[in-house]
């Protein structure tokens, strides 16, 4: 089961892919954890990527694709696998479903979170004070909604237009919003 979660920043995707990854046993890809934790250890990808996640803006898509390339290509992902954070882009999609179609895989689900602007700009403005997270100083999580709805949201129609794209409302409990998903995913 290879599924895709999408949405804003702050529409809980991390959250969702956890619970996800545990009741599927599938790894849940974060790309947004793995930069975190090569900046983390200081390597040459982390210091470069780095200067972008700071500023809230994209890390360039040969960096993204080149990790998520050698993720997919880990054992633990041939039952399946939940890519949160990525494809951020088009150019992104296409080349994940290149990779995909390469290997004779195929994308179940693209689960969309939808979480109205209002709402996340409160969440996000609660995590920054509980996570301490550099990149949720107030511009760049502006520059991250910004980025968001020029270059994430054209997704959506992309994902529609294959027939892939499944709408799930973002709010209400994290248990609420567990069992959409999941009454989607149990389908298969
Ligand atoms: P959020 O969804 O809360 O914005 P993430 O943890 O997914 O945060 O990502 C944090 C940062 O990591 C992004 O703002 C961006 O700089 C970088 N990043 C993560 N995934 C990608 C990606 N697929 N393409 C480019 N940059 C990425």
Redesign the pocket.
């Known amino acids: 089961m290879n599924l895709i979660l999408l949405g804003?920043?702050?529409a809980g995707?991390?959250t969702q892919g956890h619970r996800l990854s545990e009741r599927y046993g599938i790894p849940e890809i974060?790309?947004?954890?793995i930069?975190?934790a090569a900046v983390r250890q200081g390597t040459p990808l982390g210091q470069e990527?780095q200067r972008?996640?700071e500023r809230?803006?994209?890390?360039?898509?040969e960096v993204?694709v080149g990790i998520v390339r050698e993720r997919l290509a880990q054992d633990d992902t041939q039952t399946g696998f939940i890519l949160?954070?990525?494809?951020?882009?088009v150019a992104?999609a296409e080349t994940l479903s290149q990779l995909t179609e390469a290997q004779g895989r195929s994308i179940a689900h693209v689960l969309s979170i939808e979480v109205p602007e209002q709402e996340l700009l409160q969440r996000l403005g609660g995590r920054r004070q509980m996570e301490g997270r550099h990149?949720d100083t107030a511009e760049a999580v502006h520059h991250?909604l910004e980025?968001?709805r020029r270059e994430t949201a054209p997704l959506i129609d992309y994902y529609r237009q294959r027939g892939l794209l499944r709408s799930i409302p973002g709010v209400g409990t994290l248990d609420e919003i567990f069992q959409r998903i999941t009454a989607v995913c149990d389908k298969l």
Request: charged share 25%; hydrophobic share 30%.
């Open positions: 804003p920043p702050g995707k991390g974060s790309t947004g954890d930069l975190r990527a972008y996640m809230g803006a994209l890390v360039p898509d993204i949160d954070g990525f494809p951020r882009t992104q990149d991250r980025v968001y």
